[in-house]
């Protein structure tokens, strides 16, 4: 009897779905086009960061410094025959320049008389990332230009011998791509709920509904369960993409990865359920969803800014965004291969959320009607 | 301006293969109060959206105030009046608040305002409400502050769409009395009700079915012709045959 | 016109009526300015190495504590092989493993070549690029040290001498605070004016302006005018806050600061009124300009940087008025830019704003 009465609130409720054409479209077209464009468009390297260059030297040593510049994908060079540091000063404000590099005279002579030399770099600490990242890479091509000069077996040493662990050709897909669908996921997912029972408050056919003899727990799950369907849809549709046009192959278990995703919608589901229940009105709902959901989840997941960098207060506050940990889930399986072994505390602690989100919806629903 | 206040021909309203109203004909008189009934689904609201210029008619003509419904739709607004089925006033605003706006929509000039808004809460008795949400007044009064907001930049013809829709008896009575107020000044009022008592107090009647005017006279030519008891029988008995119920 | 003044009186009495708008509309974006800005810093720092040392030589020691005193990286932890250094990284703990093999300090003292094995986690390409290049430039100079010591060579060289501008703390709040702001008055903008009318076509209340002789561009008008006023304000507020618990004072000027943004706001709320000609329902309003906004503020520049996009992207990203909304932010606060250098930027958002604006005035029918 009572599966029969669930079975129609659910049918009802994917009723409701389909029939909205437009959102439809935005649900299974959104995460699609999202991934497949930040997958390919976002990166934290920086490349082709324009420099102007001052050559007072003009030997061989900085000219062939310069031509290493100019053939690195990092920078984009414009040589200028002086620069006063007003001027480079009105170059970064323009917008013109990153970074600024002056070759003193006699740098050559110097450095074969004294061993010694130095070139200097302004840059635009504005952006303190580009900042130190260009300088890191300018450092780096230095080294790599002495080293090549010293004829390699010549200067004696350490040598360094890399290996990249995942993602040995440091594509950012791999950082980002597992980092965007836990987002994309997440907020479509709660804006998905968070309107549901909010909206049917709204126009007062909640009250018909909680006249029936269903219990009101039946209510408000029947709501999550066309989204959930959905969402899961979307998952396979972002894993597939991500395999075959984004190259970012699935190192672990498909079938896990599938599972702890579910796991992570109905996570978001819930929360979005609980604000809807919270919520008085429908743009209340929606707001606190869009503006107040957004920018946190991207930050706190970890994959835009490393969670070691933040303050501790904040890195104890990202325990409590659910996409966090989902985004480690994901990047262990995905990336590293790993199994259930390494992701079951992720899984454990994304059900107790669930859990905790769900029974707090349930109580303020019930007392709501009281 | 002519006598007629509003006149249609063949007007007509399709969506795709769906005719919500199939060619109608009618005229109505400045001073009129004339009753357009029919069942659910008739094509009542639909027609009223048509002469408000809410909605652009498939075919046909028709003339509101004399204007053109599809060259003059803007100029017809000035002249009308409308209280939907649906909504009428901003529940989030005081009632004082409402009549201020709408007043100033209507270019009444702020002195003119000031004093129509204080003789309109005097008038419906609503001194102690006047800083009430309308959400929170009953909805007898709600209606009626509807429609005196309505006409209350002096409409030729106001459009009433199921005004009386939930509303006691008393309430009822009561809100007659402003429709007929209006009226004896020259005010064309063009109705929609459920109620077939309220029928009796029209001018005239129309009956829609299935899109298209069944029956137009006065309510007594109406009860002869259909050798009827009462408007509610003579409706039954048309309604009776219609095909489309519910939307 | 006298009509756009009831609207607005209408507009502003329905809007500070309603508490929780209010409290959304002021408190998150204040929130969000205070926390994220600490979250979002890039550098690198407290890299969490594993060092498997097959030597225990003094020279090995001495290198692992050199890497150890610089602030880049953080020795976590010594396994005794390379598989459980792996582990390590699996579970997390640790992000580059070093590994030093036996017979280290006996080469160096014989002024052989040896090789040190660097392996980072790669998931995130950047930081295992800097990182590894920091630790083999920290490695380079240990090199360096130990042959100088040996008086083989001369200490040889070019040194870099960098200075920066700007922002000489290289600090990251300041960097992203200008950013933040324009994110959140971008979602603001956006999606309030769009909810608010979408909201009076689903109720219907729509309907009873479409029925009165208000002209469409009035009542246009009279939905814009409140939001942008609240913008402004959620901006000024936003300043506040960044000059209060960051310090972040406008190198540039304010005047113009507010001028842009004056103009940013028109055009992005000419986006959220374009798409509420578009959706019958707040849901799908929502879901509209969500897609819209995370696309915009993701390919903004402010997370991630343009140049580095492949060219298709960064012509999405030359169409997205947000992208200009966080350039300008950026240079006029932190740089100072004037009003010349941000022309091509207000050019651009005048465009948008037109394009979205005589869009959405043409679709908004008020007779359907």
């Known amino acids: 009897m009572r599966r029969s009465r669930f079975y129609n609130l659910v049918r009802k409720e994917f009723a409701h779905v389909f029939r909205d054409r437009k959102t439809l479209l935005i649900l299974f077209g959104m995460p699609v086009v999202q991934i497949i464009i930040f997958g390919f468009a976002l990166t934290n390297e920086v490349r082709d960061a324009s420099v102007l260059i001052v050559d007072h030297a003009r030997d061989e040593v900085s000219r062939a410094i310069v031509e290493k510049m100019r053939a690195s994908e990092y920078f984009d060079v414009e040589e200028v025959a002086a620069l006063r540091d007003d001027e480079v000063r009105r170059a970064f404000q323009s917008g013109r320049a990153r970074l600024a590099v002056v070759f003193p005279p006699r740098l050559g002579t110097d450095l074969q008389h004294f061993g010694n030399g130095s070139v200097q770099i302004i840059a635009d600490a504005s952006d303190p990332n580009s900042a130190q990242t260009l300088t890191s890479y300018f450092t780096q091509l230095l080294i790599d230009y002495q080293r090549h000069l010293s004829g390699g077996t010549l200067v004696k040493g350490i040598r360094t011998e890399v290996k990249m662990l995942y993602n040995p050709r440091l594509e950012g897909a791999h950082n980002f791509v597992p980092g965007v669908m836990a987002l994309v996921l997440m907020i479509v997912c709660v804006l998905m709920t968070s309107v549901s029972i909010v909206r049917e408050k709204q126009t007062g056919t909640m009250e018909v509904l909680l006249v029936s003899p269903t219990r009101p727990e039946l209510v408000i799950l029947s709501k999550a369960v066309p989204y959930l369907l959905l969402s899961i849809v979307n998952i396979l549709s972002i894993l597939l993409l991500s395999v075959f046009v984004l190259n970012l192959p699935i190192a672990g278990n498909a079938g896990l990865l599938l599972m702890v995703s579910i796991v992570f919608i109905i996570t978001s589901l819930s929360l979005g359920l609980l604000i809807s229940v919270k919520a008085e009105t429908q743009e209340a709902a929606m707001l606190v969803a869009l503006l107040g959901m957004f920018l946190p989840t991207l930050l706190f997941s970890g994959f835009m800014f490393p969670i070691e960098n933040m303050p501790l207060a904040l890195q104890y506050f990202s325990n409590v965004v659910p996409a966090k940990w989902y985004y480690l889930a994901v990047q262990d399986i995905m990336l590293k291969g790993s199994g259930f072994r390494s992701i079951w505390q992720e899984v454990l602690i994304l059900s107790v959320m669930t859990l905790l989100f769900l029974v707090v919806s349930l109580k303020n629903f019930r007392t709501r009607l009281a | 301006m002519n006598d007629r206040a509003i006149w249609t021909q063949d007007l007509t309203k399709r969506f795709g293969d769906f005719y919500a109203v199939r060619g109608i004909s009618f005229e109505v008189s400045r001073g009129e109060i004339f009753g357009f009934l029919g069942a659910n689904g008739a094509g009542k609201t639909t027609a009223i959206r048509m002469l408000t210029g809410l909605t652009r008619p498939s075919s046909g003509h028709a003339q509101v105030a004399g204007f053109d419904v599809y060259r003059e739709a803007e100029k017809i607004k000035w002249h009308i009046g409308y209280m939907s089925q649906r909504f009428s006033l901003y529940e989030d605003l005081t009632v004082a608040e409402n009549i201020w706006f709408f007043g100033g929509i209507y270019g009444l000039p702020t002195r003119t305002l000031s004093a129509k808004r204080e003789e309109l809460i005097a008038l419906l008795g609503l001194e102690g409400e006047r800083n009430k949400l309308v959400r929170d007044l009953p909805l007898g009064w709600r209606q009626k502050l509807a429609f005196s907001v309505a006409v209350l930049h002096q409409p030729t013809i106001v459009f009433l769409d199921e005004p009386t829709g939930g509303v006691d008896p008393l309430t009822r009575r009561q809100f007659w009395d402003l429709i007929y107020q209006e009226a004896t000044k020259g005010m064309t009022i063009f109705v929609t009700t459920h109620y077939m008592d309220e029928a009796e107090y029209c001018n005239r009647v129309s009956i829609m079915v299935d899109g298209s005017i069944a029956a137009l006279d006065s309510p007594v030519a109406l009860r002869e012709q259909f050798n009827a008891a009462s408007m509610d029988e003579v409706f039954y008995l048309l309604a009776r045959q219609a095909r489309r119920t519910e939307h | ?368």
């Open chain 3, 1 to 368: 016109m006298r009509t756009v003044w009831f609207l607005l009186i209408k507009e502003f009495r329905q809007i500070f009526r309603n508490p929780t708008l209010v409290r959304i509309i002021f408190l998150v974006p204040v929130m969000q300015l205070l926390i994220l800005p600490l979250a979002a810093d890039y550098e690198i720092r407290n890299i969490t190495l594993a060092v498997v040392d097959h030597d225990r030589s003094s020279a090995s020691r001495e290198l692992v504590s050199k890497i150890a005193a610089s602030t880049y990286f953080l020795v976590a932890s010594a396994p005794a092989t390379y598989a459980s250094a792996l582990r390590s990284v699996e579970e997390g703990d640790c992000d580059i493993i070093l590994e030093i093999p036996h017979g280290f300090g006996r080469e160096l003292a014989r002024d052989q070549n040896t090789t040190v094995m660097i392996a980072a986690n790669a998931i995130n390409g950047v930081k295992a690029g800097l990182g590894s290049s920091y630790l083999g430039a920290i490695i380079n100079e240990f090199s360096g040290g130990v042959l100088v010591q040996h008086r083989k060579v001369r200490r040889e060289g070019i040194v870099v001498m960098s200075v920066n501008w700007f922002n000489p703390q290289m600090n990251y709040a300041l960097f992203m605070v200008p950013g933040i702001l324009a994110v959140l008055v971008t979602m603001m903008g956006s999606y309030m004016a769009a909810l608010n009318i979408v909201r009076e076509k689903e109720t219907g209340t729509i309907e009873q302006v479409n029925v009165t002789p208000i002209r469409k561009h009035h009542f246009i008008l009279g939905k814009l005018i409140p939001f942008w006023i609240l913008g402004m304000v959620v901006f000024t507020i936003g300043l506040i806050v960044g000059r209060i618990a960051y310090g972040v004072v406008p190198e540039g000027s304010v005047v113009l600061l507010y001028g842009f943004v004056a103009l940013f706001l028109l055009s992005i709320m000419g986006l959220g009124l374009l798409i509420s000609t578009y959706a019958a329902t707040q849901q799908q309003a929502m879901f509209i300009s969500f897609f819209f906004i995370m696309i915009f503020i993701l390919l903004s520049g402010l997370f991630t940087s343009i140049e580095s996009m492949p060219a298709w992207a960064q012509v999405i990203s030359r169409m997205n008025p947000v992208t200009y909304f966080v350039e300008v932010m950026r240079m006029v606060i932190l740089k100072g830019s004037s009003a010349l250098d941000i022309l091509p930027q207000a050019g651009a958002v005048l465009i948008f704003g037109v394009v979205f604006t005589l869009w959405a005035v043409m679709n908004y029918r008020k007779t359907s």
